[in-house]
């Protein structure tokens, strides 16, 4: 079992940076691919970026050139750089692991995220 731990949200004003950080229990991260979701209320759950167990990224298109997804595996961390923050920016953001091997999906609790505007 992977348990994940999101930090690094809050409130910041429009055009403000946060870096969230999720921290994976175990050691088997490096057989995860990771991701980072959010959810806006009333709104479904979207995939924001993704870095695979390779390295390989892959943004929203509503993020590209504003956030960076990063990762490092000696520490079992990814990360989620976010700069140019904007309100519709604002949602509850959830860390996603899965593994490679099994398929099975781990989930973080979630990081409020809101920018005031």
């Known amino acids: 079992q992977v348990e994940l731990v999101e ?48 390295g390989s990224t892959n943004y929203a298109d509503s993020v590209k050139g504003r956030f960076t997804i990063s990762r490092d595996n000696a520490k079992n961390t990814v990360f989620l750089q976010m700069n140019g923050l904007k309100p519709e920016d604002t949602a509850v953001y959830y860390c996603n692991g899965d593994n490679i091997l099994n398929k099975l999906k781990y989930w973080g609790q979630g990081t409020q995220v809101t920018v005031s505007s």
Do not use: D, H, T
């Open 7 to 54: 930090s690094g949200g809050g409130l910041v004003q429009a055009g403000g940076s946060l870096r969230l950080s999720c921290a994976a229990s175990g050691s088997i991260f490096r057989l995860l691919n990771m991701g980072w979701y959010r959810q806006a209320p009333g709104k479904q759950r979207e995939l924001v970026a993704s870095i695979a167990s390779g």
